[in-house]
């Protein structure tokens, strides 16, 4: 098995997840009239909710990290960053500045990439806490960190 392959298969998975678990997941709350208050509500949309999701998984992790007592819970951790990190690729972020056309596109499958290579490396941390590597596992951390980073550097 390679992880684009088992990316490909969580991302079916997580897909149907979403599209049966996302009203509970993701309560919405009904129209704002107040022209702050609606922007507000779309700051805090299924990928804002992703991203505070992956934001708390990520600080739990760090507590666990090298804790072999605490495996599980870490793996658990993980998968459920996974699912956050899937239903964050079906909800690109609007450029920062205006895009038309292909530039558009670009933006849209770029983010979806970087979604995905987050997924990947998460994966990859997931096997290396189940096999007690931690070494490979802090290693793995740090490379959540730069996604973290180069995301925001590109999309905030």
Sequence with gaps: RTVAG???GIGCIALA?????APA?????PPQE???QEEAQEEHGPLHDSMEVIQAGMKSLRKVLNKPEKKEEA???????????????QHPPEPLEALEGDALIEHSAD?????LAVCGTLI????????????????LYKA???????GHDSYL
């Design 34 to 36: 107040d022209a702050v």
């Design 25 to 29: 997941a993701f309560p919405q709350e």
């Design 124 to 139: 990859d941390l997931e096997l290396a806490l189940q096999k007690e590597d931690g070494d490979e596992a802090k290693v």
């Design 144 to 150: 959540l960190g730069a996604h973290k980073k180069d």
């Design 6 to 8: 088992l990316v490909a």
């Design 75 to 89: 793996v658990k951790t993980c998968r459920e960053l996974q699912v956050a990190a899937l239903v964050a690729f």
């Design 17 to 21: 997840f979403h599209s049966v678990a």
């Design 111 to 115: 983010f979806r990439k970087r979604m």
